[in-house]
């Protein structure tokens, strides 16, 4: 629930912003509002974590540097 809360807060201001911008450029608030979905929808911690296992597993087999 803490992490939802904590990705909320700011994608909420994130759309506060976008509002405005979209009163005067709105191709670009469509492509802002896709990236906050983005944000929110995506565990990017988790996403990061899983990538650094992956390369590090690689790595002690050799095929990394």
């Given at each position: 629930m803490r992490s939802l809360t904590s990705k909320l807060d700011p994608s909420l201001v994130s759309y506060a912003v976008v509002i405005g911008i979209g009163l005067l450029?709105?191709?670009v608030a469509v492509a802002l509002?896709?990236?906050i979905a983005?944000?929110?929808i995506i565990?990017?911690?988790a996403v990061i974590r899983?990538?650094?296992r992956?390369?590090?597993a690689r790595?002690?087999?050799g095929g990394l540097p």
């Open positions: 450029q709105p191709n509002y896709i990236a983005l944000f929110v565990p990017f911690r899983l990538i650094r992956a390369v590090a790595r002690q087999k």
